[in-house]
């Protein structure tokens, strides 16, 4: 397992992580579109102003300045973002600092915790070096990037304990780092939620969200939605992941196989497949 001090924060390699995950997303099943690039001088809504009101340091707000973004809004102003990962809605910060719809005497303390709610989870004392990932409900996952030691904690409650070891000797196994080392660089009153939280180095963290797609274990069945292996499906269910996965597999997922994967081919045959055996499988759109 790496050690903190092994690793280091870089805002261009941060930017440049996301943009690869985002093309990475593009190609396997979401649309151009969906995907929104900061224009030159980065978002405007993401302004010192909101960073003061967020409690968020200076780095985090240069950085989600400079980001690309799953769209939150459709052209309608309709909220209709796709997921970003299984069952997963990612942060469109340049929608959520937009404080220009914001009536004239509403108490900005109530959004600032509605924002910490939507993007940390029931985490408490998450520093202001650390910033979500992720917005939604309760049911939402929940990923935090430290811009101070260049990491992203992945809570165990929401499935990153599944990727803390090895049991699989999996040869392609992508390492946390100690959770034993935090205790030496952190405040004693984030050290439960960190070692709850298992971390990994920011473009290691990308790394381990693109194997679960590679893998099959995080599957699209549309370009808006995508559902974990792992499930609990009703009884009616049984048997669509095999024929999700095969139907992928079919169609050249994944490339890096050498093969060249038909996006659309396997997208209406997803769609297909899903329409004549599962015509009550409930889906996104």
């Not at 939507?118 to 202001?128: F, I, W």
Request: charged share 30%.
């Amino acid at each position: 397992m790496p050690d903190l001090d092994e690793i280091s924060y870089s805002r261009e390699a941060t930017i440049g992580a996301f943009r690869d995950y985002y093309r990475f997303l593009v190609d396997l099943y979401m649309e151009d579109s969906d995907i929104i690039e900061p224009p030159k001088g980065g978002w405007p809504t993401v302004s010192p102003e909101f960073g003061q009101l967020f409690g968020k340091s200076d780095e985090v707000i240069v950085l989600l300045r400079s980001l690309p973004y799953i769209r939150q809004n459709s052209p309608n102003g309709q909220w209709s973002p796709p997921h970003g990962s299984a069952n997963c809605y990612w942060a469109d910060w340049q929608s959520l600092a937009d404080l220009r719809g914001v009536e004239a005497g509403v108490d900005m303390s109530g959004l600032r915790e509605t924002l910490k709610v939507t993007t940390e989870g029931a985490l408490d004392d998450v520093p202001a070096h650390v910033v979500g990932l992720t917005y939604g409900d309760r049911e939402n996952k929940t990923f935090l990037l430290d811009t101070e030691f260049g990491v992203v904690h992945w809570p165990e409650s929401d499935g990153g304990g599944d990727h803390r070891h090895n049991l699989d000797d999996d040869a392609s196994f992508i390492e946390p780092v100690d959770p034993w080392d935090v205790d030496e660089h952190v405040p004693e009153n984030e050290i439960e939620w960190r070692h709850e939280s298992p971390a990994w180095a920011i473009t290691d963290f990308f790394e381990l969200l693109k194997k679960q797609f590679r893998e099959l274990k995080w599957i699209p069945i549309n370009a808006r939605e995508v559902i974990a292996f792992d499930t609990t499906f009703a009884p009616s269910e049984d048997g669509m992941i095999p024929m999700l996965q095969g139907i992928f597999r079919e169609h050249g997922w994944p490339s890096e196989q050498g093969g060249t994967y038909r996006k659309r081919e396997c997208l209406e045959a997803v769609k297909a497949a899903l329409e004549e055996h599962y015509p009550t499988f409930h889906k996104f759109d």
